[in-house]
T-cell receptor
Framework: DGGITQSPKYLFRKEGQNVTLSCEQNLNHDAMYWYRQDPGQGLRLIYY???????QKGDIAEGYSVSREKKESFPLTVTSAQKNPTAFYLC??????????????FGQGTRLTVV | GENVEQHPSTLSVQEGDSAVIKCTYSDSASNYFPWYKQELGKRPQLIID?????GEKKDQRIAVTLNKTAKHFSLHITETQPEDSAVYFCAASSNFGNEKLTFGTGTRLTIIP
């Protein structure tokens, strides 16, 4: 199944609550990424991490937070400050993109709905 | 930062005909250009990629061309089949500093039987 697992597949949250999306990989990849997918807007980068204990903001980081305490794990927290959190969230991982014959693998996604 | 534009947003072709999707990028340092296919309700999956030391790469019915001078690259699908119907995304990445993949907005390809 690609070795990268997101959970849960569907998530419902009440307004004002924080929620954490899980992403785990067993591919020994250095880099991990979080994308948000909305209809007609493609994949927009939220946060990414090249190594453990280091991460960078992507294009739409406001209202989100991440941690990278372990190489295998890159959880994403959607905070109450995110004004429009309902979306499909995709996690991906890869070796450093400098490396020949490497690619980014995606998890199956988490669909978050705020009710 | 990098900006990737993708056209068209929707494309319908008769089965057996060819389909072409085009992308442009802004960062001249970008040197890795993958294409992903996403079927309905599924994760994006890599179908082909090209690095900036080559101008064209082919894999059976799929080919990608790259023009670094003009900063654009294209996906070509020949002899299209119904199973080619999906959303296709292009992306670009540089290898300077922190590498990240920047995606285009996607093309919904529909193959008409």
């Amino acid at each position: 199944d690609g070795g990268i697992t997101q959970s849960p597949k569907y998530l419902f949250r009440k307004e004002g609550q924080n929620v954490t999306l899980s992403c785990e990989q067993n591919l020994n990849h250095d880099a991990m990424y979080w994308y948000r997918q909305d209809p007609g807007q493609g994949l927009r980068l939220i946060y990414y991490s090249q190594i453990v204990n280091d991460f960078q903001k992507g294009d739409i980081a406001e209202g989100y937070s991440v941690s990278r305490e372990k190489k295998e794990s890159f959880p994403l927290t959607v905070t109450s400050a995110q004004k429009n959190p309902t979306a499909f969230y995709l996690c991906a991982s890869s070796f450093r993109l400098l490396t020949q014959n490497t690619e980014a693998f995606f998890g199956q996604g988490t669909r978050l709905t705020v009710v | 930062g990098e900006n990737v534009e993708q056209h068209p947003s929707t494309l319908s072709v008769q089965e057996g005909d060819s389909a072409v999707i085009k992308c442009t990028y802004s960062d001249s340092a970008s040197n890795y250009f993958p294409w992903y296919k996403q079927e309905l309700g599924k994760r994006p999956q890599l179908i082909i990629d090209i690095r900036s030391n080559v101008g064209e790469k082919k894999d059976q019915r799929i080919a990608v061309t790259l023009n670094k001078t003009a900063k654009h690259f294209s996906l070509h699908i020949t002899e299209t089949q119904p199973e080619d119907s999906a959303v296709y995304f292009c992306a670009a990445s540089s290898n300077f500093g922190n590498e990240k993949l920047t995606f285009g907005t996607g093309t919904r390809l529909t193959i008409i039987p």
